[in-house]
């Protein structure tokens, strides 16, 4: 199997991950919502309402954090299908097959990333 099959494969597994992460928080964070508004407790007095404002906030976090992470992979896999994937975004030269292997949403070789 080639680099870029091997790549495309990681990157479909991990959308679909991603995308059961994103449904999953969403639902928690709606029934968060739903139960906060159904409920007259107020947050502000309430003992326990400092720690569903962290929670609702902690999955707001990673929600966001999610759907930053499959716009990359989706990018990644257009790269794939536009035939520039694994060429460094800056430099144009090639990103090395470990560096794919191991974060293939790269975009940036390993020098060119370092520099930052």
């Not at 097959?97 to 070789?109: D, M, S």
Request: charged share 25%; glycine share 6%.
């Amino acid at each position: 199997m080639d680099q870029i099959t091997e790549v495309r494969e990681l990157l479909v597994a991990d959308r679909e991950r991603t995308s059961e992460l994103i449904a999953s928080l969403t639902g928690s964070i709606a029934s968060m919502v739903e139960a906060s508004q159904l409920s007259a407790s107020d947050d502000e007095h309430d003992p326990e309402g400092s720690t569903i404002a962290f929670e609702r906030s902690q999955a707001s976090t990673l929600l966001a954090a999610a759907r930053e992470h499959l716009a990359d992979v989706d990018a990644a896999l257009a790269r794939i299908a536009a035939g520039t994937y694994g060429r460094c975004e800056r430099c144009g030269g090639a990103i090395a097959r470990e560096r794919l292997l191991a974060r293939p949403t790269a975009r940036t070789c390993i020098v060119c990333a370092a520099a930052g």
